[in-house]
């Protein structure tokens, strides 16, 4: 559906770079309406990549607490986001809690590092992937 | 009442004289503290001031009672610092704590030793600004007085600033942070003494100093400043991830700047030591980062900061995992 998420929010961007940016005589001012609207760019390229990784990164959490013997709670409905986000701090808080029992064991300790570079990666990538 | 009609009030009232305020402009440097450079007459003087105010919402929580101290005695050493006028800790006259300083000639450039000036000039410029940190090092903090307002942690400094951190994490945190409790309980596995109690900066960085003709006419930005190890300001400084603002490649990178530092203040460099520092500073800009995202979610801040997940790359290298 035309114009997609991505391209109102590009848009608005635009607006605010182009049009009423150059109306600020205020150095400061301008220069947090710049901030902002870089934000708002920056979301039009990243926003629909978000809930595969939220997906993603709760899974990957939940099998490293079954590894020290924790149930993680289910996951939940991928089409809700506001449910995957609550999910992911859940596995998160979690994991969080485990730390003692992670370090304390040698294949669990190497799995959470494997997947602490592994997230820092898929949101490097994510974050500055094109449209 | 706007700013430049607060600022007015307050310093008739200090000066017991008419003041008129000109030039009022908020500068766009630093997320800490609201800058306010403006033109103050007295009595038939100008003077250049700059008024930092708290900010509604910002990056960092710290004493302003110790920073007015700190300022003040610096004022006796060899360390240039900026002069402080006034004080409103209370935040009674702009609605926030606020500190009105001398403006100090000079122009700042956090990049300034990368830039396009020959290689001799940069590394001129080094010694001159790092000599500075040693400076700040070989302050007499007894002498001077600010072991009364400062606390003196013995050979725990890095157990003290652990525990800091820690606390003011605790204090911002918005959600887990599973990398964190990792890279902390590290940190508390190999926590170091140490031997010397200095005064430490605690953000030195060409961006935190003020340069005229070369020369460092200021070093700015005492909100973090405490007693404690000077290998925490060593590791501040040869930060991998801040490598660009405070090294040259191949000319002034760790080594040679401790070389220098040891030359300067007659005392050795633990590499171990600075490596354990290097580790917290980036815990430090983390919890500095959630501290801006905390506030940003109280709709305290005019910017967004976002959770710091590239730093926990550069953590787990550093802890060796």
Known sequence: ?131 | MSIGEQLTDWLTDELASAVTVENLRRTTAGFSRENWLFDATWEGSTHPLIARRDPAGGVLSTDRQVECAVLEALQHTDVPAPKLRWADIAGHRLGRPALIMDLVPGTCDSFVLNGDRPLSERLVLAHRIYDRLADIHLVDWRDSGLGRHLANPGNQAAAMALAHWETELAKVKAEPEPELAFVLSWLRANIPTNEAVTLVHGDFKPGNLLLDNDEVTAVLDWETAHLGDPHEDLGWITNPLRAYEHQIAGTWEPDDLFQRWSEMTGMTVDVGRVQWWRVLANVKLTVIALTGVHSFLDRRSDRVFTNPIPLFALMLDQIGA
């Open chain 1, 1 to 131: 559906m035309r114009p997609t998420v991505s391209e109102q929010l590009e848009g608005v961007s635009a607006i605010l770079t182009g049009i009423v940016a150059d109306h600020l005589d205020d150095d400061y001012t301008r220069d947090v309406l710049l901030g902002a609207a870089n934000i708002v760019l920056l979301l039009s390229r990243t926003w629909h990549g978000i809930p595969e990784f939220l997906r993603w990164d709760s899974a990957a959490t939940a099998a490293i607490l079954t590894m020290v013997g924790q149930t993680p709670p289910p996951p939940a409905d991928a089409l809700d986001i506001p449910a995957l986000e609550k999910h992911h701090r859940h596995v998160r808080d979690c994991l969080e809690k485990s730390m003692p029992l992670i370090i304390a064991d040698e294949a669990a300790r190497a799995a959470t590092v494997r997947h602490f570079r592994e997230r820092v990666a898929r949101f490097a990538f994510l974050a500055h992937k094109d449209n």
